[in-house]
């Protein structure tokens, strides 16, 4: 959700930018960027080359173990 939120920000800008019409309204605007379905944006990726977020992270540290206390003292830390 944040990361289509991003792109629709983005795009959003990008059209308010380069729009050589300045009776642009902000709902012509909105209109112009395509939802997926209503109340979600398109994203600037189609679907099929979304990545596979399981096979770009690692997997969860052991529990008990380094790698684990660190994980945990992290989150505790940014708490």
Known sequence: MKVT????????????????????????????IPEIRPGILQGSLPQQALPDSLKLLPPAPVPGTAEDHRDIAVILQNA
């Open 5 to 32: 939120r991003l792109f629709s920000i983005s795009q959003l800008c990008c059209t308010l930018l380069f729009s050589n019409s300045e009776t642009t309204t902000y709902q012509e605007l909105a209109d112009k």
